[in-house]
Each structure stands twice: as structure tokens, then as C-alpha cells.
């Protein structure tokens, strides 16, 4: 049974840091595609990252990008996404996901729920001051 489990949310101060760790179970992260979502109140899902671990393909969300890292350890079957320069528009729950269909993860897909079999049930980010 495929499950990722979510943790490393809080609240921190704007310009803070937080890394947040995605576990899975029931799977190997070789040859998968993970992903990274968040959602805010009122607003949609968002994709903010990727990776593909059959040829560690990354993708970041223009947004993100250069402020957080995705990571993976496989030893320990786990992801994480290092949150730099955290600002309020980040507070949002944070999402990892997964599919063993990492083909079906490029450039214009990698973003979108569908693309993701799998869910983790979410960690809260709160920016705040």
C-alpha cells in the first residue's frame, strides 16, 4: 500500500526557513515521479515542484524558484523541500505526491493534480509576522 506522510510544517516569520519531509511507504522512490503541491484558502491546487527519480529531472514553480530545493534521501525514502525566504503568499497546506508513471511528469504536466496517483494528506506552512 502506497502512502506518503507529510511532516515539518509550522509557522515561521517572513524571510524564515522550513524543510519539509514527505515519507513513503509501500514504494521505492526509484523510478517515480514526486511532486510537491500546495493549496491556500479559496484558491486552487498549485504544483511547485518535481522530480523525477528515474533521471532526477527537477521542476520548479516560477514563484519558488531559487528559494526552494527538492531533495530526496533515498535510504530513507524520503523527500524533502527546503523553504527559503518564506513570504505570507507561501502560507498555504503543502501536499507531496506520487505516480509511478514518471514519464507522464514533463515540462507541461509536472503541475497538474492529475499527473499523481498518490497523496500524502498535507502539512500546514503559515508565513506570518
Known amino acids: 500500500q502506497v502512502q506518503l506522510v507529510e511532516s515539518g510544517g509550522g509557522l515561521v516569520q517572513p524571510g524564515g526557513s522550513l524543510r519539509l519531509s514527505c515519507a513513503a511507504s509501500?514504494?521505492?522512490?526509484?523510478?517515480?515521479?514526486i511532486g510537491w503541491f500546495r493549496q491556500a484558502p479559496g484558491k486552487e491546487r498549485e504544483g511547485i515542484s518535481c522530480?523525477?527519480?528515474?533521471?532526477?529531472?527537477?521542476y520548479y514553480r516560477d514563484s519558488v524558484k531559487g528559494r526552494f530545493t527538492f531533495s530526496r534521501d533515498n535510504a530513507k525514502n524520503t523527500v524533502y523541500l527546503q523553504m527559503n525566504s518564506l513570504k505570507p503568499e507561501d502560507t498555504a497546506v503543502y501536499y507531496c505526491a506520487a505516480d509511478p508513471r514518471w514519464y507522464r511528469a514533463y515540462s507541461s504536466t509536472w503541475y497538474q493534480a492529475r499527473t499523481y496517483d498518490y497523496w500524502g494528506q498535507g502539512t500546514q506552512v503559515t508565513v506570518s509576522s
Open positions: 509501500g514504494f521505492t522512490l526509484e523510478r517515480y515521479a
Open positions: 522530480i523525477r527519480t528515474n533521471d532526477g529531472t527537477t
